[in-house]
């Protein structure tokens, strides 16, 4: 547990057995400083790119969840029956609205069931469960632009 600058520890909710902290973003590649390197280096023919294309661009836009991408977050262990909060936020545009979907479980969110948090940018709601069973669950975003794959 950290400390605060004077030395004590921060306050810890009581209600809750575990915290966990998501952030929901998308990484836009097509602003990066390297963007012409990283074409020149890694495509096959450079000068086919087309960097105004809307798939391409789509291509280089990186939905992550505390900054990993492609299903990469490390695994998040709880134990069931146990009151657990997520504290989820978004940062960015309007590109970055999320809907963070709980496969398989109940949340309450300000106070009503549902299995979805929706979370819009610059803001953070927290999303409290009690997990039913044991076992390996997924977390997504429903958005569904940030589903599809592009091949």
């Known amino acids: 547990m950290g400390r605060t600058l004077d030395g004590n520890s921060p306050p810890q909710r009581k209600d809750v057995d575990h915290n966990f902290f998501l952030l ?3 990484i836009d590649e097509n602003l990066s400083w390297y963007l012409d390197d990283n074409i020149a280096a890694y495509c096959s023919d450079p000068t086919s790119v087309d960097k105004e294309d809307e798939d391409f661009q789509e291509s280089n836009r990186m939905h992550a969840i505390n900054g990993f991408v492609f ?3 490390p695994e998040l262990n ?5 009151h657990v909060a997520w504290h989820l936020f978004g940062m ?3 590109i970055d609205v999320h809907t963070a979907f709980f496969h398989g479980q109940l949340l309450t969110v300000r106070g ?3 299995d979805v948090a929706h979370i819009f940018p610059a803001t953070f709601v927290t999303a409290e469960m009690v997990p039913q069973k044991s076992g390996t669950w997924l977390i ?3 958005v569904n632009s940030h589903l ?3 091949v």
């Open 140 to 142: 997504s975003c429903e």
């Open 92 to 94: 960015g545009n309007e």
């Open 112 to 114: 009503h069931r549902t």
């Open 71 to 73: 299903g990469n977050l």
């Open 78 to 82: 709880m134990c069931a029956q146990k």
């Open 148 to 150: 599809k794959s592009k």
């Open 24 to 26: 929901f973003s998308v």
